[in-house]
């Protein structure tokens, strides 16, 4: 190094004032400062079991511990990125740049020769996890954590006896970790913990929600208190932004019953919110809202918390926030194969529209329940013999999302309803027909009559009556799937049309092949 790209300051990372000393000549020097990298260290100075002090008298307190590791570690690495932060804001070409700390893998899993300096590294990675966001957002500044394994250096004897080279990390990894965030030019990194194992990088992500919404919601950013302890607000997405109400998106149906269920509020999602469908809702007292599900960043914004009542005469007056606290998704293969789409090309557009309405979901930091109204694949069931793309698709969501999405996963319940009673009256394609000349009608399905069928019964109410309860049960209900059906034959099915309309009807079982023709795209 030369001395045009470099000094050397002499510094104690345990006194405030030294690194002070020390951030204050490098702008002298230069008078402006990009980049940190907090990678001073030691482990424990000392025991912490005091194991030769079994014996010690009641009296004969030990003496106060050693810590050393901890005013590194953790205290030195606290006052770096304070003052780096300081300088960062000044920079003459805009406020920003990059703070790497250097952690450690035994700050994840537990080492118990080392339980000081596990704590400290283990604390510094939450404490980069947790201020990453919020730096990036408000400051410029990106935080993140690269986390080595055993490596030869001075903090203990001969590394490279007690590890094989193979559960060493190389320093041509470790390297290659710090470059990973260097060369972020985008500055999209933050708040992120990469492993630097032997000869490869692996990231560490979110942890999980394990108890589902308590987790979620424990998690999220409420702004009033943020404003409290900092001043302001945090301005990152997906907070809090004031004393939460309950609310909830709902489709179809399901808003029939829940607009009567005390203690929630309605939030019906439309693309059209002036059609008469949208203006009903409405004027029933339900809030309506403009999204589509082809465009994910509509459904982020339809989910965010809206205000409820604000008194602009009196400012003290409390604003209540309507964030989304469940969703109700259910979409429709139907709607695209009767606009010319291909079996399969219907299948993919419901199958992406469902991830992003999912994606935007998982977004949603109120969030604590997910139900998805979904069906079994045939696919899969039958092994491959017989395909219903308009139940293969929402299958292959099912697991997209448990894959893709594992935190909403953990707050995700999944409807299965049966057949549509309405089928008879509305779609074309099961309607009872008039047989001319005989007064009658017939219903014509590839099916036996006496085939039995899971009819999910009054879609204007069963879907409400189940997404209440599903609801009310919590927790409990995550990760299930519940068969919203009763089972019926095709001919009771008839009968029952036939008392009811007045009309006699005759079911008749076509052949597949029959079926497959006259259908044409939707067989």
């Not at 070409?93 to 700390?101: D, Q």
């Not at 999602?269 to 004027?283: C, F, G, I």
């Not at 926030?321 to 291909?342: D, L, N, P, R, S």
């Amino acid at each position: 190094m030369s001395a045009e790209s470099s000094i050397f300051v002499q510094c104690d990372v345990k006194s405030y004032a030294s690194q002070a000393s020390l951030f204050e000549a490098v702008w002298k020097r230069w008078c402006r400062l990009d980049v940190l990298i907090a990678n001073a260290g030691c482990v424990d100075r000392g025991s912490h079991y005091n194991f030769g002090r079994r014996h010690a008298a009641i009296d004969d307190l030990p003496p106060g511990p050693d810590t050393t590791c901890t005013d590194i570690d953790l205290i030195g690495t606290i006052y770096g990125t304070t003052l780096a932060t300081h300088f960062m804001r000044n920079n003459p070409h805009g406020r920003g740049g990059k703070i790497i700390v250097t952690g450690s893998l035994i700050g994840i899993l537990s080492y118990q020769t080392f339980p000081e300096y596990c704590a400290a590294k283990a604390t510094m990675h939450h404490r980069v996890r947790t201020m990453g966001p919020i730096l990036r957002q408000r400051e410029g500044i990106t935080i993140n954590c690269v986390m080595p394994g055993g490596i030869e250096t001075p903090a203990m004897p001969v590394f490279s006896k007690a590890f094989r080279p193979e559960q060493m990390t190389l320093k041509s990894t470790l390297l290659s970790a710090y470059d990973a965030f260097l060369d972020d030019a985008a500055h999209m990194k933050t708040g992120q913990l990469v492993e630097a194992a032997h000869e490869k990088l692996i990231e560490w992500g979110h942890p999980g929600y394990k108890s589902g919404a308590f987790a979620k919601r424990t998690e999220a950013v409420f702004e009033p208190w943020f404003e409290l302890m900092h001043g302001e607000r945090s301005g990152i997405a997906g907070t809090l932004p004031d004393w939460p109400d309950q609310n909830l998106k709902i489709g179809d149906g399901v808003v029939n019953f829940m607009k009567k269920t005390p203690g929630w509020r309605v939030r019906a999602v439309t693309r059209n919110p002036e059609s008469d469908a949208a203006k009903k809702l409405a004027a029933d007292g339900i809030e309506v809202v403009q999204a589509d599900f082809d465009d994910e960043a509509s459904l982020h914004k339809a989910f965010e918390a809206r205000p409820q009542f604000y008194n602009m005469m009196s400012p003290s007056d409390v604003r209540y926030y309507q964030g989304v606290h469940a969703v109700y998704a259910v979409t429709q293969w139907w709607e695209h194969i009767f606009k010319g789409k291909g079996q399969d090309e219907a299948g993919k557009i419901e199958e992406e529209q469902g991830m992003n309405i999912a994606r935007a979901a998982a977004a949603t930091r109120t969030l604590e329940h997910y139900i998805w109204s979904t069906t079994p694949s045939a696919k899969h069931m039958l092994r491959g013999k017989l395909l219903a793309p308009h139940m293969d698709y929402k299958a292959n969501f099912d697991a997209r999302v448990q894959s893709e999405l594992p935190n909403l996963a953990a707050v995700t319940s999944y409807l299965c309803y049966g057949y549509y009673p309405q089928n008879m009256a509305f779609f074309p394609l099961c309607k009872p027909i008039d047989y001319p000349g005989t007064g009658q009608y017939i219903q014509a399905l590839p099916t036996k009559a006496d085939a039995k069928i899971l009819l999910v019964g009054d879609m204007t109410v069963n879907p409400g009556i189940w997404v209440r309860q599903v609801l009310a049960t919590g927790g409990a209900a995550y990760g299930k799937y519940a068969n919203v059906a009763l089972e019926w034959t095709f001919q009771v099915m008839v009968d029952v049309w036939s008392e009811i309309t007045g009309k006699k009807c005759v079911f008749t079982e076509m052949t597949m092949e029959a079926a497959t023709k006259l259908l044409r795209f939707s067989g």
